[in-house]
Each structure stands twice: as C-alpha cells, then as structure tokens.
C-alpha cells in the first residue's frame, strides 16, 4: 500500500484507481461504523478519496502503515461529518426556539385582543392611578400577583381582587 500511496503523490491515475478498487471496504467500513447511515458513508468515503488523492505526498512511512494513514483519515472525516450535522440540528433547534418565542403572544397582546390602542390608553388615563399601576404590572409587566402582592405589601388575593376591579373598571370605561 505504501508504494501505491507513493505513486498516487507522483499523480498516477492507475495508481489510484488500484487503491480505491483495493481500499474502498476499509475505508466505507470504517466510515459506517461513525456516521451509522449508508448515504452519508459513501460521500465521506468518496471526500476520504479525493483528500487522499490531493494529499497523497504527506503520507509518512515512518509514522505508520498506509492502511493505518488512510483509516484515520476515513474516521476524522466520519466525525468531522457527525459533528457537523449534530451542529446543523442544534443550529435547526436554536432557530425553532426563538422562532417559536416570537410569535407566542406576550401578556400585553391579551389585552389588547380586538381592542384599538388608542382606546385602551384613553381608559386607563381615566383610571385611578392605583388602577391603572395594576392592570399594568399585572398585564402588560406580566408580574404576578405574588409578585405585585409582594411589591405593594398586601396579600395575593387583595391583589386579585384589586386586579378584578380595575379591569372590570376599564373595560366599563373601554365599552362606552
């Protein structure tokens, strides 16, 4: 195998195809035992040729047999494959995610379902401000009751219950 890898550097065509023809179970075994799917094995195991093709001329005797240089290029270039799709779908989930983040609505959009804007802020100006405060911590803020209950020293259903009032308020100011 050494001398075939020897001529392969020179450029010999015959050469090559001597070593893919002699070479091709080792290197589709090795890559199959990485990547675990036939389809990606064979175009690794053809990417293993062409580099071994183009980089023929660095294969050293000395470090080794060239069956031992072309199985560690097969199983770098097995992983180098793995690692890459595994990026690819942590790459797909990121992206799912935030686009999944973008389009839920966030606490302000519940209240402002089927409503105009502009008259939501007309009503809660004429809110007491105590009201208006907690329609929006409560909805826009998105806190929750512990936390308002919390921020203002009374107890969640006092919260609750002044949450209630203010919105039943609003909406009676909203609906004339």
Do not use: C
């Amino acid at each position: 195998m050494e001398e075939l890898l020897e001529r392969v550097a020179g450029g010999d065509r015959s050469a090559f195809d001597r070593l893919y023809r002699e070479f091709f179970g080792l290197v589709f075994h090795t890559v199959f035992t990485v990547v675990q799917d036939h389809a990606q094995s064979e175009e690794v195991t053809q990417e293993t040729f062409l580099e071994l093709w183009s980089t023929a001329a660095r294969f050293d005797g000395a470090q080794g047999t060239g069956a031992r240089w072309v199985t560690m290029i097969a199983r770098r270039r097995a992983v180098d494959r793995v690692r890459s799709a595994q990026a690819a779908r942590q790459r797909d989930t990121l992206i799912a995610t935030r686009a999944q983040i973008s389009t839920e609505p966030d606490p302000s959009e519940h209240v402002l379902d089927g409503v105009q804007v502009h008259q939501i802020r007309a009503a809660l100006a004429q809110l007491p401000p105590e009201q208006r405060i907690l329609l929006t911590q409560a909805y826009i803020d998105g806190l929750t009751y512990r936390d308002i209950a919390a921020a203002q020293g009374v107890s969640v259903n006092t919260v609750k219950s002044r949450v209630r009032l203010a919105a039943a308020k609003l909406r009676g100011l909203i609906t004339r």
